[in-house]
């Protein structure tokens, strides 16, 4: 490994403060530069070491940038055709209700294709946690208008910005899954802060801890950004997704367990 | 008062160069190489390292993890 090192008398393994889960593998992602994919996975996989799940966790990835997650993951994932994951992690729960089940989802798979599954598994209660990654557009195909893009919103196939008369309203899927009664806990939360990555580390293990409780489905929405799709630099993007996302899709719970 | 050093370790091969990991940075630690890795991108380093707090910002947010972090009291 070529390193560009700090102060090199700090650098000693008693002095370690910080460094990437064995849970994620050593492959190199295949995200572009400083897309929030990979902050995603990574602190799902710190979950997933610190409550000793690695063995006890099954994954469901889906179609969309994140299709090859099992690269990165050290954990079993099982791919599903796009926009089933609820639909195959509900079967693996039922089988095997030990084992701690999540889709990884992207808006385009979730919001679009896999409206249905997702609609079905929140509302049967299915006791799994689904990871919904929102940037607004089909990162993996080339930008394309999504469910979930903006009012105004460039995307390839909106080129002037949607024109919600012709293209329709963008689906807050969050919200509806929050209305129905099998959801049990609903947040909408970000990666692109160091602040944000703790509030959605939080999150993600309040879902492990209600999973084993048998609570019902648990749903973590992550805004995120497509640096490539929305055509900006990363540091670019994520300042675009706090001035123009966030507003229309608001961080915060959308539905606490009463305790 | 003891005071709090930290010290980072990039990969900078493995690093994409996408500057979040420097602007989260609340010490100004980093900053991106002028030149490029084997990939092509101009990876981050600590170019200033004894300002360096071993807060592991930087690290939490980089989306390809290459950031290893290390702190201590002097
Ligand atoms: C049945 C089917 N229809 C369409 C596609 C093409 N396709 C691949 S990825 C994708 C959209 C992915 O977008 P999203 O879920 O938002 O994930 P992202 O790539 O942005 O992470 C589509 C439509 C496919 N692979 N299979
Ligand atoms: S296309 Fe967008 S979502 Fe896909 S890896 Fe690149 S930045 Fe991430
Ligand atoms: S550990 Fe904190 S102070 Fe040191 S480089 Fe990273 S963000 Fe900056
Ligand atoms: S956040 Fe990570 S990948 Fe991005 S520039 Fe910093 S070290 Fe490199």
């Not at chain 2, 200033?48 to 910002?57: E, T």
Request: proline share 6%; glycine share 8%; charged share 20%.
């Amino acid at each position: 490994m070529i390193e560009a090192t700090g102060i090199k008398e700090i650098i000693k393994p008693e002095n370690l403060a910080y460094r990437k889960t064995d849970i994620m593998t050593d492959n190199i992602l295949s995200y572009c530069p400083g897309c929030g994919h990979g902050t995603a996975h990574r602190i799902l996989a710190e979950v997933i070491d610190e409550e000793e799940l690695q063995s006890q966790t099954i994954g469901v990835s889906p179609v969309g940038c994140s299709v090859m997650m099992y690269n990165y993951l050290d954990v079993d994932i099982q791919q599903a055709a796009h926009g089933r994951a609820p639909a195959v992690a509900t079967a693996i729960k039922r089988l095997m209700p030990e084992k701690f089940v999540f889709t990884y989802q992207g808006d385009g798979d979730l919001a679009a294709i896999g409206t249905a599954e997702t609609i079905h598994a929140c509302n049967r209660g299915e006791n799994i946690l689904i990871i919904f990654i929102n940037n607004g557009i089909y990162g993996m195909t080339g930008g394309q208008m999504a469910p979930t893009t903006l009012p105004g919103m460039k995307s390839s196939t909106s080129p002037f910005g949607r024109d919600v008369k012709t293209m329709g309203n963008p689906l807050k899927m969050t919200d509806i899954v929050a209305t129905l009664p099998g959801t049990y806990y609903v947040t909408r939360q970000s990666v692109h802060t160091p602040a944000n990555v703790r509030k959605t580390k939080k999150a993600i293990r309040k879902a492990v801890q209600y999973q084993k409780l048998d609570k019902g489905t648990c749903f973590i929405e992550i805004v995120a950004n497509c640096p490539s799709g929305w055509k900006m630099t990363p540091v670019q993007s994520n300042k675009w997704m706090e001035e123009t996302m966030f507003p229309f899709y608001p961080l915060g719970d959308l539905k606490t367990p009463e305790e | 008062m003891a005071k709090i050093k930290g010290s980072i370790v990039v990969n900078m091969e493995n690093c994409k160069g996408c500057e979040i990991c420097m602007v989260s940075c609340p010490t100004g630690t980093i900053s991106m190489a002028k030149e490029v890795n084997g990939k092509g991108y101009y990876y981050a380093y600590p170019a200033n390292p004894d300002l360096c707090i071993g807060c592991a910002s930087c690290a939490m947010v980089c989306p390809d993890g290459v950031i290893t972090v290390y702190k201590t009291k002097i």
